[in-house]
């Protein structure tokens, strides 16, 4: 089975504070997703990539950046974290064409 | 506008009975997939059922249906006999696809989610 493991479950960070949360999948997918989930608004996508050193800006990507130096991880970047981006942030990836997309476990992201 | 909209922020239902959750959509594109996905209290989304635009037939999967009404634009969730295992978020989503580099690919966009409780 294909697995997207995200790095940490849980996190405290302080404003202003550069964070990074990371996404490794182990099944040579192409397609790789950050979403946000807050309550009553569902999973909102804030950037993704669909091959190394590419990406694109999904529906809220102010206040994030992205990285994708290899294939198999991609990370999430919060320049200068604000109390607004506490929020469950959940990583997906995908292969190429019609295939199905996995999921990671998601990190709970805490910024006071 | 809202592309994927789930209008029941709550359901209940008795262990047993079948239950609807209902899911519209607005798309212009004649290719799309609709996705549906339960979200337990753990955290992790769950993969549930897929239905292809071009697809004739309402998908199943077990105690799973898609009631595919594609004129309504809509694509509700019908679990048969629930189960205590059942209560969880359920959230709709929809893959539309763009262009970029040359090459289409899929974009996965997700209603508000419904909590669904299923009573002993």
């Known amino acids: 089975d294909v697995k997207v493991t995200q790095s940490s479950r849980y996190l405290v960070k302080r404003t202003g504070e550069k964070v990074f949360l990371e996404c490794v999948q182990d099944?040579?997918?192409?397609?790789m997703f950050w979403y946000r989930q807050d309550p009553g608004l569902g999973l909102r996508l804030i950037y993704f990539s669909y091959d190394v050193k590419m990406k694109e800006k999904g529906d809220i990507p102010e206040g994030y950046s992205v990285s994708r130096e290899k294939k198999e991880r991609f990370s999430l970047i919060l320049e200068s974290a604000s109390t607004n981006q506490t929020s469950m942030y959940l990583c997906?990836?995908?292969?190429?064409?019609?295939?199905?997309?996995?999921f990671g476990s998601g990190t709970r992201l805490t910024v006071v | 506008a809202q592309k994927i909209t789930q209008t029941q922020p709550g359901m209940f239902v008795q262990e047993k009975e079948a239950v609807t959750l209902d899911c519209t959509y607005d798309t212009s594109d004649q290719s799309y997939g609709l996705f549906w996905y339960k979200q337990p209290s753990s955290g992790e989304m769950i993969f549930l059922i897929y239905q292809g635009s071009y697809d004739e037939q309402n998908a199943t999967e077990g105690r799973y249906s898609l009631n595919f009404q594609k004129a309504r634009k809509s694509a509700n969730l019908v679990i048969s006999a629930s189960q205590l295992g059942d209560s969880a978020m359920y959230f709709c989503a929809m893959r539309e696809f763009y262009n970029a580099g040359g090459t289409s690919y899929g974009k996965l966009t997700f209603g508000q989610g419904t909590i669904l409780t299923v009573h002993p």
């Open positions: 997906a990836s995908k292969e190429g064409g019609t295939g199905g997309y996995t």
């Open positions: 099944m040579d997918h192409e397609n």
